[in-house]
């Protein structure tokens, strides 16, 4: 069970300050470690309080009988790879949660906030319930194939498995990109520069371009950023 820290959005929306905090180790709060882990908590939060309303406006326009009531977590254990990503609760109301080591990871608010705009965008265009089916075919097609070519139950089982994680990986690279896109728009809409933001993508390992990955080459992504965010510019 993932434990989440909530954020306090609705007592900052009121200007009320930021708790210092503490990092592991518990430095003095006028070390150099300390005062990075304030100016990372402050940075994600006033990134966070400042994207959602847009987020949540823009998921109203975009769908209809979407839940677009965002929540923004953190992810409180250390240890991991930076991530962030987008589900759902029980409820279906989606999350958005991101973990300590990619908060300390951006450089600025600009990547930040390309970030959130990117994992929000999956909600917008319903990536989750889109995997799901592509997951579901996959299972039907190659687990038909092997009962057909009659293998056993337990070889059907296995096909079965596989096909759904062949069918889940068969859209992403283009899930991927449609999110860059509308990140991309939701970034600016914020007020902050997806280009720059999109500098992230230097930082991290290129997945390149393997058949059935999960992300597309990050030269392709930073691409569809730069003319989404200029044909934006170009038209408003």
């Not at 929306?13 to 070390?31: D, I, R, W």
């Not at 589900?87 to 600025?108: C, M």
């Not at 299972?139 to 056993?152: D, E, P, Q, R, V």
């Amino acid at each position: 069970m993932r434990r989440f820290l909530y954020l306090a959005l609705v007592l900052l929306a009121a200007c009320e300050a930021v708790p210092t905090v503490t990092p592991p180790g518990g430095q003095a709060s006028g070390s150099p470690e300390a005062r990075e882990a304030e100016r990372a908590t402050r940075q994600f939060v006033e990134v966070a309080s400042t994207l959602e309303p847009v987020v949540e406006s823009e998921c109203r326009r975009l769908t209809s009988g979407l839940n677009c009531d965002f929540l923004i977590v953190v992810d409180d254990r250390m240890g991991d790879e930076p991530n962030a990503f987008q589900t759902l609760d029980r409820n279906g109301r989606p999350i958005l949660a991101f973990n300590i080591p990619l908060i300390a990871s951006v450089e600025n608010a600009d990547e930040l906030a390309f970030v959130m705009g990117h994992e929000s965008s999956h909600h917008i265009l319903g990536h989750l319930a889109r995997v799901e089916e592509d997951a579901a075919v996959g299972a039907l097609i190659f687990s038909g194939i092997a009962s057909m070519s009659g293998a056993t139950a337990a070889d059907v089982r296995s096909a079965e498995e596989f096909g759904a994680s062949v069918g889940a990986r068969t859209f992403s690279k283009e899930y991927e990109l449609e999110a860059d896109q509308l990140g991309t728009i939701l970034t600016m809409m914020a007020g902050y520069d997806p280009v720059r933001g999109a500098e992230f993508f230097m930082r991290i390992p290129d997945p390149g371009d393997r058949f059935l990955g999960t992300h597309p080459p990050n030269s392709a992504r930073i691409a569809i950023v730069r003319r989404t965010a200029a044909a934006y510019a170009a038209t408003n």
